[in-house]
């Protein structure tokens, strides 16, 4: 069975950085493109960056230079590194990978960010 979790959120203020990680298991890692997406209430997901199993990365436009994702293969976790957040980057943070024509998401992790 396929598994996503998140961990790492919490509360900091504005300029402050974090850094999420997501574990999985239940898959090859090393072969999977793995994301995270963010929502607020009300609010459609929206992605945030994306780490194919060559390494390619890509982000959504409002990350703007301030977040970095990165992947070890060995210990099967992608990371977030979150630099200069700013209280619009409240919100929870989700991994998602699609396996075996499923995607499969976690159940998300908090962050807030106060003005």
């Known amino acids: 069975q396929v598994y996503v979790a998140e961990s790492g959120g919490g509360f900091v203020q504005s300029g402050g950085s974090l850094r999420l990680s997501c574990a999985a298991s239940?898959?090859?890692?090393?072969?999977?493109?793995m994301n995270w997406y963010r929502q607020t209430p009300g609010k459609q997901r929206e992605l945030v960056a994306t780490?194919?199993?060559?390494?390619?990365?890509n982000y959504g436009d409002f990350v703007k230079g301030r977040f970095t994702i990165s992947r070890d293969n060995v210990r099967r976790t992608v990371f977030l590194e979150m630099n200069n957040l700013k209280s619009e980057d409240s919100a929870t943070y989700f991994c998602?990978?699609?396996?075996?024509?499923?995607?499969?998401w976690g159940r998300g992790t908090q962050v807030t960010v106060s003005s």
């Open positions: 998602n990978t699609l396996a075996r024509g499923t995607t499969y």
């Open positions: 239940g898959i090859n890692f090393r072969l999977h493109t």
């Open positions: 780490i194919t199993s060559e390494g390619t990365t």
